[in-house]
């Protein structure tokens, strides 16, 4: 498998390229290819928009903290994700708006802390860690409507993060700009599914390549351009 992918590793990295530059998608995504397998890929939050794919949750450490950026009162990730870690690790979320009464008390209820703000605007992702006496992120879910592009890359040089549950927005130029902001800092990504409702938005999952043995993760070549 890892013999496979370096073999097709120089002929992945310039398909990606030229179809970064143009405005299909479809193509772009499916040039796309693994640079790390997880023997146990987990849907965690449903299918569809709200749904993300990690890599053996099951696996994190006891006290961690999990980030979850952009709620909409919608945290059936975030519900089914401390059940899988058996409510271990904090879980902090955040939303351009106050969450209604229901998600606050559901919240209360699975060790979990609530911010409110815009993302990178009026509320910065450091201060989700100070506020909440982090001093690291296990899995990362964000969703913050293309302002992943000016928030995620400084963060992520200040704070170490295992495992990125990420949506991105934008065309396949922009897209190929924040795959190679994460290339960079050593994630590796291990799953790709388009959304199925916006033809500019993808669900890509990464782990730090730092996480791979204690994940079991096996990492392959390195594919973005």
């Known amino acids: 498998m890892r013999l496979e992918a370096f073999k097709e590793s120089e002929k992945v990295r310039k398909e990606i390229l030229e179809l970064s530059?143009?405005?299909?998608?479809?193509?772009?995504?499916?040039?796309?290819?693994?640079?790390?397998f997880c023997p146990k890929k987990v849907r965690i939050g449903g299918g569809g928009d709200s749904g993300k794919v990690s890599c053996d949750p099951q696996k994190a450490r006891m006290d961690c903290t999990m980030l979850s950026l952009g709620l909409n009162d919608q945290i059936q990730f975030d519900e089914e994700i401390q059940k899988i870690t058996d409510n271990r690790c904090k879980i902090v979320g955040a939303d351009m708006a106050e969450q209604?009464?229901?998600?606050?008390?559901?919240?209360?209820?699975m060790r979990g802390q609530l911010f409110v703000g815009n993302i990178p605007d009026t509320l910065k992702m450091y201060r989700l860690m100070i506020d909440s006496e982090s001093r690291d992120v296990e899995i990362l879910k964000i969703d913050i409507e293309s302002s992943e592009h000016e928030a995620l890359e400084p963060f992520l040089k200040d704070y170490f993060v295992c495992q990125i549950l990420i949506e991105i927005h934008g065309h396949p130029e922009k897209q190929l700009e924040m795959l190679?902001?994460?290339?960079?800092?050593?994630?590796?990504?291990?799953?790709?599914?388009?959304?199925?409702t916006c033809p500019i938005c993808?669900?890509?999952?990464?782990?730090?390549?730092m996480c791979m043995y204690r994940y079991q993760v096996t990492p392959l070549a390195i594919l973005i351009p």
């Not at 209604?100 to 209820?109: I, P, V």
């Open 21 to 36: 530059k143009q405005n299909e998608t479809k193509k772009f995504y499916n040039s796309i290819k693994f640079e790390a």
């Open 100 to 109: 209604n009464s229901t998600t606050k008390e559901k919240y209360g209820n």
């Open 180 to 196: 190679r902001k994460l290339s960079r800092l050593g994630f590796r990504l291990f799953n790709l599914e388009p959304n199925p």
């Open 202 to 209: 993808c669900e890509y999952s990464f782990i730090n390549e």
